[in-house]
C-alpha cells in the first residue's frame, strides 16, 4: 500500500506528512469495521468549504468589474460534479480507494459520486495535512482549466428557458424522464422537454444535466443561446 500512496502522491504533487490524512480520504465508508469507523465523509464536509473558499477567492480577483451574481455562476460551474468526477478520473484516484468488497464489486471505482467525494476529502487532507497555502496550490493546478476556460459567466438555459415561457404567457417547460440505462456506478439518463411547440430529448449522467443539455437545445433552436458568450 505505502508503494501505492507514494504513487499517488506523485501524481498530485504533494507529500503527506500525515500519511494517516491520506488513507483517511481514500476510505469509503463501505470499508469501515466495526468499532473503527474512518473514513472520508467528514474530509467530504471540510473539503467541500475549501474548495468553494479558494475558487471564490481565485475568481474575485480573476474578474475585478463581475458582480456577486456573475461570480456565483462560475464558481458553481466550477466545482459542479461533473468537474469534480473529471478531475479525479483525471488523477486516477478511483485505483487508490479503499472499498469494501461489496462496493468493489459492484465498480466502485468508476462510481461518480464516489469518485466526486474522494476528491474533495483528498483536498481537506491537502488543507489539514499542509494548510492553506498548500490546498490552494492543489487546487489551483488541477482546477486551472476550468477556471480558465469561461471566457464569460455560464447562462443557467433552464432558468433562461423559464423566463422566456413566462414571458410569452407559456406554462413553465415540462422535464420527463424517459429511461435510465447503463451501469449503476455510470448510468445514463434520457430526459424530454416539452415547452410551446419545441420537444427535445437528451442524456446526460445525471438528470440536472440531461435536463440542462435539453435546455440548451430548445434556446439554440430559438436563436436565445450563444456558445460564445
Known sequence: MMNNIASLESLIRYEFKNKHLLYQALTHPSANKKGREIDYERLEFVGDSVLSLVISESIYYLYPQEKEGSLAKRRSAIVCKDSLAQIAKDIGLGEYLILGTGEHQSGGRQNLANLENSLEALIAAVY?????????????????????????????????????????????????????????????????????????????????????????????EMGLFNEDE
Open 128 to 220: 489539514f495535512d499542509g494548510g492553506l497555502r498548500a490546498a490552494k496550490e492543489f487546487i489551483n493546478n488541477f482546477f486551472a482549466k476550468y477556471i480558465n476556460q469561461m471566457k464569460k459567466p455560464p447562462k443557467d438555459a433552464k432558468s433562461t428557458l423559464q423566463e422566456w415561457a413566462q414571458g410569452k404567457g407559456l406554462g413553465l417547460p415540462k422535464y420527463e424522464m424517459i429511461s435510465i440505462t447503463g451501469p449503476s456506478h455510470e448510468p445514463l439518463i434520457e430526459i424530454k422537454l416539452e415547452i410551446d411547440n419545441h420537444t427535445k430529448i437528451s442524456k446526460a449522467s445525471s438528470r440536472k444535466e440531461a435536463e440542462r443539455l435539453a435546455a440548451v437545445e430548445v434556446l439554440k
